[in-house]
């Protein structure tokens, strides 16, 4: 059985800019594949080559085992696209929009209403079937988007940045939605998403992707072990000596320490074991211990090893969203 | 008062950035200026006479020379000789032809012996500017034709002029009545095919369609024929309002009716593609509404929707001769204000399908299946 989706060494030029340079990678069947990066780096582009929107300079890519340049529409059969901005029709109800594309992916008539129905049910729709899109909040909206993506039983499902623009409620709800439809469909999916952490918690493998090209590809576990200093950890102390800063960084695994004898950041390679030895070296000095806070490293962390920089720093070009506010001001 | 100039400022320097609303609210008072300028109260010229001669004497040969010379002067009419008065009211009642001088059988007998010799302009009058600058042409021929030449031959007889109009007087509503049906299909087409379009394909609601497995024929078809059945729809509620509106005689008869589908059907799908070519490769929501009312300026002035293209300058009667509205107008004024068949606006007809097919064709080489 071929893997849900093969890329080899595809590269993609728009004029003398290179957007996706020589990425390869395979996503394996039922798991949800992220790709992290910031605006620009060339995830819209890998996925848009993918769901046969714009063709590769060079190199392939295979869905589902069928080839995207070599056999577009046989792709299309296969793959269900949720696109970031919310392209569903406000003035049609949830089952009018679904219906539209039951028949655009020729979904025979006598399955279309069951199917509707089934995939309703899946999203919570159900009681806001006859209601127009424009009624409902974003995070409906979104839902409603999942259910016309799958509406033709797809094997693969591409999501680009499914949660943007969503509350942090609507946000876990999504994703909770993508993973019970995962789960009932027997989908491989592969999003993109600039949270780290919903990236984090939901994505069984990661591909970060800056500059266009592939910087690193594992599991967010994995991903997070890979990179030096793996904790930082935060307390305030009471009735601390002078020397007491000099005394923190001599403990076992400390990196760095920062801040004051009152208020520390310890950055470690090993929490558990740097804490320990704290608490010991504290009862020694007659120091009270305040407050302690421990934090793992996060994918921002490994984000900024393999790239070298912020998420945030990247130039935005105007969304979808934006242009469409545009519109509505009339400019 | 520092935040009113924190408005004023903001604006401003929006305005600044963007040089297409600050060319396009220029360039369309310009464009009214000019094509307003020159459609309206033009002198009407090259109209077409049929001549029919059934005297052939010699009185009868001095007023066809009158009437080349004219014609070769003022510029106001072509005289085409026919030989018989049937064939001619055939054409003028097709079109083909604005007026028919008959001169009658006794014409040149009459003349001889001083008996109140006739001669009569029947007019196509379903254009009143067209039948008045007619009329005006020919009573001053005869008026010329009448006074006595220097070798004074003439024994002081003079012809008179019968000008007979083919049709009840149709007043201006009526008149405009055509142009408005075409121009209701413009605005949805425009709305439709343009706005909404251009706006959808910004949105990224295209990339849905794109992303299913749908031919690139099909998703052409569908846009499309869409468009069209809307400007029908506008096109048809627009004939019937308007024909109670100007009070157009026997306004649901059949027949008629069933022609004036056809011309709308036609017409929407010329539109459309016109539509459809000029918006198949613009992403920008911006230019289907700056565009909006220039290209309206230019289609349906040029059109002879509101005044004869008889009258306009050669430059513009250039745009109406390419214009799909002149056809359309053209072919809805013979069946609102004559009531004429098929054969009086098959021409029309013809143009608009082979717009239709010349846009279409070359829209669809320029419509990219990706993005």
């Known amino acids: 059985m071929p893997a849900a989706i093969d890329v080899m060494h595809i590269v993609r030029k728009f004029d003398d800019f290179t957007a996706v340079d020589d990425i390869s990678f395979t996503v394996r069947r039922g798991e949800i594949f992220g790709l992290l990066g910031p605006n620009g780096a060339g995830k819209s582009t890998l996925i848009r080559m993918l769901t046969t929107l714009i063709p590769p300079t060079s190199g392939t890519a295979e869905v589902d085992g069928i080839d995207v340049v070599r056999d577009p529409n046989g792709v299309r059969k296969v793959i269900g696209v949720i696109p970031q901005a919310l392209t569903s029709d406000l003035e049609l109800s949830v089952y009018e929009n679904l219906l539209i594309f039951a028949k655009l992916y020729g979904v025979p008539r006598e399955n279309r209403n069951k199917l509707i129905a089934g995939l309703l049910e899946s999203v919570e729709l159900t009681q806001w079937a006859s209601e127009p899109v424009k009624k409902l909040s974003g995070g409906m909206r979104r839902r409603v988007e999942i259910a016309r993506g799958l509406v033709h039983s797809p094997r693969v499902l591409f999501l680009d940045e499914p949660t943007t623009g969503l509350d942090p409620v609507s946000r876990a709800a999504v994703w909770e939605m993508v993973k019970k439809v995962k789960e009932q469909h027997e989908l491989t999916v592969l999003l993109t998403t600039h949270y780290m952490d919903e990236a984090d918690s939901w994505c069984d493998r990661i591909a970060i992707v800056d500059h266009g090209r592939l910087m690193a590809l594992d599991s967010p576990l994995r991903l997070k072990a890979s990179i030096p200093g793996t904790n930082t950890i935060e307390a305030s102390f009471g009735s601390a000596p002078a020397d007491w800063t000099e005394q923190l960084a001599s403990l076992a695994g400390v990196e760095r320490v920062t801040g004051d004898a009152h208020v520390a950041r310890i950055a470690t390679d090993n929490g558990p074991e740097t ?13 009270s211990v305040l407050s302690l806070a421990v934090e793992s490293t996060t994918l921002d962390d490994v984000f900024v090893h393999y790239t070298g920089r912020q998420l945030r720093d990247a130039l935005q070009e105007p969304s979808a969203a934006d242009r469409s506010i545009m519109i509505n001001r009339g400019r | 008062m520092h935040r009113t100039w924190a408005i004023i400022e903001r ?25 307003l300028g020159y459609a309206f109260g033009g002198q009407v010229k090259h109209l077409r006479v049929g001549l029919v001669d059934q005297d052939h004497g010699v009185p009868a040969v001095r ?244 005044y004869p293209t008889q009258a306009f300058p050669g430059w513009m ?55």
């Open chain 1, 275 to 287: 804490t320990t030895a704290m608490f010991a070296a504290a009862a020694e000095a007659g120091v």
């Open chain 2, 63 to 306: 007023l066809h020379e009158l009437s080349n010379a004219v014609a070769s002067n003022a510029q106001t009419f072509t005289p085409q000789m026919y030989n018989d008065l049937g064939t001619a009211l055939g054409d003028l009642r097709n079109g083909r032809l604005n007026g028919v001088l008959a001169i009658p059988p006794d014409f040149s007998r009459r003349m001889l012996v001083g008996s109140n010799p006739r001669v009569a302009l029947i007019e196509d009058n379903t254009d009143n500017f067209v039948s008045a600058s007619l009329a005006g042409a020919y009573s001053g021929l005869i008026t010329s034709y009448n006074q006595p030449v220097a070798s004074g031959q003439r024994t002081g007889t003079q012809t008179s002029l019968d000008v007979v109009e083919m049709y009840p007087y149709v007043p201006y509503i009526q008149y405009l009545l055509p142009g408005s049906i075409v121009m209701s299909i413009f605005m949805m087409v425009m709305i439709g095919g343009g706005i909404i379009f251009v706006d959808d394909k910004a949105r990224g609601l295209h990339e849905g369609y794109l992303v299913t497995p749908i031919t690139r024929l099909e998703l052409i078809l569908g846009f499309n024929l869409s468009g069209a059945i809307k400007a029908v729809l506008a096109g048809l509620v627009l004939m019937t309002i308007g024909s109670l509106i100007a009070g157009v005689p026997n306004p649901f008869e059949p027949l008629r009716l069933l022609r004036m589908f056809v011309v709308i059907v036609v017409t929407a799908v010329a539109l459309v593609s016109m539509m459809f070519l000029f918006m198949v490769r613009v992403n920008d929501p911006l230019i289907p509404r700056a565009t909006f009312g220039v290209l309206n300026t230019f289609l349906y002035f040029p059109s002879g929707a509101v």
């Open chain 2, 317 to 371: 009667r250039a745009i109406s001769k390419i214009d799909p509205f002149t056809y359309a107008v053209h072919a809805l004024k013979s069946l609102v204000l004559k009531n004429t068949g098929f054969g009086a606006i098959g021409l029309d007809l013809l143009f608009l399908a082979l717009f239709s097919l010349a846009s279409m064709t070359l829209a669809t080489k320029l419509f990219r299946r990706t993005l």
């Open chain 2, 11 to 35: 604006e401003l320097r929006r305005f600044r950035r963007s040089p297409m609303l600050i060319v396009m609210s220029l360039v369309m008072p310009i464009v009214q200026l000019i094509v």
